[in-house]
């Protein structure tokens, strides 16, 4: 279910830390564990990591997680939820480390973090720095209420990416760089394809770089890398004739998003009177 600071604020770049989601990974490890687990987290952690977790002895023992997970280095916070895997897939049934990563990556996704977990409950990157800056570069040129439907749709692509669903975070992208086109085009544009940007944003960009015929050169290449991105796009299109085409690798579906990204904010800032 969303909430309000999921659906109205603007998000931007992916955060490196929070101190929100620090607290909501403690709040999942207090629901679901018990002493046992517990003491056996605070074992792994201390020898693999060198992290102390308090413990009081003096009546039930008490782990202080709570204060592990508000003051320790980041780094420790993340290779602490690969050692919480290991100890729940040693000490329960398989539905509880599921879990376990499932609230994780929830966590990671609401509060925007700069991290995925895979299935072995290790912590990545969500893709790197050079892609959030692609991505916010884009937003930011398509912050023009002109582009209000094709920024949607870029947001759609990204959160398809997020879901782990390949086709449409391409699809979407594609649907995004199209809209703008139309925008830029009134009238013109039946539908983003190769001729078309050959057609009609071409002549634009000679027009912008007259004079200057090493930017022509260098801008009639990058053009050309718009037009294979295109024709890129249309192999995962929707309604086309061919056998419905294979989930595209993560590292694909990466690399044409940012592409895409910078084509798109390249477009509209060429092609913007």
Not at 169 to 191: D, H, I, R, S, Y
Request: with cysteine; glycine share 6%; charged share 25%.
């Amino acid at each position: 279910m969303s909430r309000f600071s999921q659906l109205y604020i603007e998000r931007g770049l992916r955060a490196s830390d929070s101190a929100r989601a620090r607290r909501r990974l403690n709040a999942v490890l207090i629901r679901t564990a018990n002493e046992a687990t517990l003491h056996g987290m605070m074992l792994r952690i201390a020898e693999e990591q060198g992290c102390n977790i308090p413990v009081d002895y003096s009546g039930a023992k008490i782990y202080y997680f709570t204060q592990f997970f508000n003051e320790a280095d980041i780094r420790d916070v993340l290779d602490g939820i690969t050692g919480i895997f290991s100890v729940f897939s040693k000490m329960y049934e398989p539905h509880i480390p599921k879990q376990w990563i499932s609230a994780v990556e929830r966590i990671f996704q609401e509060e925007h973090l700069a991290y995925r977990v895979d299935p072995q409950g290790i912590a990545h990157p969500f893709v790197d720095a050079e892609f959030e800056v692609n991505r916010a570069s884009a937003l930011e040129v398509l912050g023009d209420s002109r582009f209000g439907e094709a920024r949607t749709d870029f947001e759609a692509a990204h959160r398809h990416l997020r879901d782990r669903n390949g086709k449409e975070a391409l699809w979407m992208m594609f649907v995004a760089a199209e809209v703008a086109a139309k925008v830029l085009f009134p009238g013109k544009f039946a539908g983003l394809a190769a001729n078309e940007v050959e057609k009609h944003i071409r002549p634009v960009l000679d027009r912008r770089y007259a004079g200057n015929q090493p930017a022509i050169v260098a801008g009639r290449l990058l053009l050309g890398g718009m037009k294979s991105w295109i024709n890129a796009s249309h192999l995962y299109r929707h309604g086309g004739e061919q056998q419905e085409p294979a989930e595209p690798p993560l590292d694909f579906v990466i690399a044409h998003l940012s592409a895409g990204a910078t084509h798109l904010r390249w477009m509209i800032e060429l092609c913007s009177e």
